[in-house]
């Protein structure tokens, strides 16, 4: 019999999707936990999330929205880009998070200027067409597979009809190297510790009626990391069809 282990993992068994079986509420949870000492351990990622931020080429006076925002480092980029003038707002799942983000914030000397919500990115609690711009990083591939189409429709929801969304995501390359199979393997062994999982940026953009503008693709460890802004195609914005899933 063979034995499972990243190296023993077939290109083709790796290429499936990888399901994510946690409830909402465990995620919150373990975000609560993560959040206190968050910025040391994911300070990996920064560079990654900052160019991600720079990729959005904010101006001033524009309305943007993170979904996921952790502990805030990007809201504290993203306001300083739009100005006292523009508009900043951020939905993340976890209590835990939405603290640290606040305390940051605060220090900052931003913290009335930033609307921030704690709640699932899944169900926006955001009118239609509010936001010039969208962005989430190391968030999309949290969600489940059947998920992801979902919450990008809430994106495409509360944008203005030519808003952008700037994605910074681990990507799913047609084939993997052996660190993304060990990484998409030990997500699968203990799905609870290793919460995310590669997931085809640009593909669920386009099935989502987004056209990718800038791709930049860039290796963390290894691993493939894609940095994408994309807009809604202007004859796409005028007849959206799809369903509002949220909003107020
Ligand atoms: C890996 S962290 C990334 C944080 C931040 N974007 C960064 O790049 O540092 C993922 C964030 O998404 C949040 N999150 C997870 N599931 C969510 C959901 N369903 N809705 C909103 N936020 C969620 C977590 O609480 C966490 O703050």
């Given at each position: 019999m063979r034995k499972d282990t990243p190296?023993?993992?077939?290109?083709?068994?790796?290429?499936?999707?990888?399901?994510?079986?946690?409830?909402?509420?465990?995620?919150?949870?373990?975000?609560?936990?993560?959040?206190?000492?968050?910025?040391?351990?994911?300070?990996?990622e920064n560079p990654n999330r900052r160019r991600g931020v720079r990729a959005l080429a904010l101006g001033r006076g524009e309305a943007v929205l993170e979904l996921g925002y952790g502990t805030g480092a990007s809201l504290v980029d993203m306001a300083r880009s739009v100005g006292s003038e523009g508009c900043v707002a951020g939905i993340d799942i976890s209590e835990g998070?939405?603290?640290?983000?606040?305390?940051?914030?605060?220090?900052e000397g931003l913290g009335s200027t930033v609307d921030l919500r704690v709640g699932d990115a899944a169900r926006l609690p955001f009118s239609d067409s509010t936001f010039d711009a969208v962005f989430a990083s190391f968030t999309l591939e949290l969600f489940d597979t059947p998920e992801i189409p979902v919450v990008l429709g809430e994106c495409r929801r509360v944008l203005k009809p030519e808003g952008r969304i700037g994605l910074v995501a681990m990507d799913a390359p047609p084939r993997r190297g052996l660190m993304?199979?060990?990484?998409?393997?030990?997500?699968?062994?203990?799905?609870g510790v290793v919460d995310c999982r590669p997931i085809p940026v640009e593909a669920e953009l386009i099935a989502a009626g987004f056209r990718?503008?800038?791709?930049?693709?860039?290796?963390?460890?290894?691993?493939?990391?894609?940095?994408?802004?994309?807009?809604?195609?202007?004859?796409?914005?005028?007849?959206?069809?799809?369903?509002?899933?949220?909003?107020?």
């Open positions: 190296g023993n993992a077939d290109q083709s068994d790796m290429a499936q999707p990888t399901r994510v079986v946690r409830t909402k509420d465990q995620a919150a949870e373990s975000y609560d936990r993560l959040a206190p000492g968050y910025d040391r351990f994911a300070a990996f998070m939405a603290r640290v983000a606040r305390g940051r914030l605060e220090r993304e199979r060990l990484y998409v393997w030990t997500h699968r062994k203990w799905p990718p503008e800038r791709v930049e693709n860039r290796r963390m460890f290894g691993l493939a990391v894609a940095i994408v802004v994309a807009t809604v195609p202007a004859d796409e914005a005028r007849s959206p069809g799809i369903d509002s899933a949220g909003g107020d």
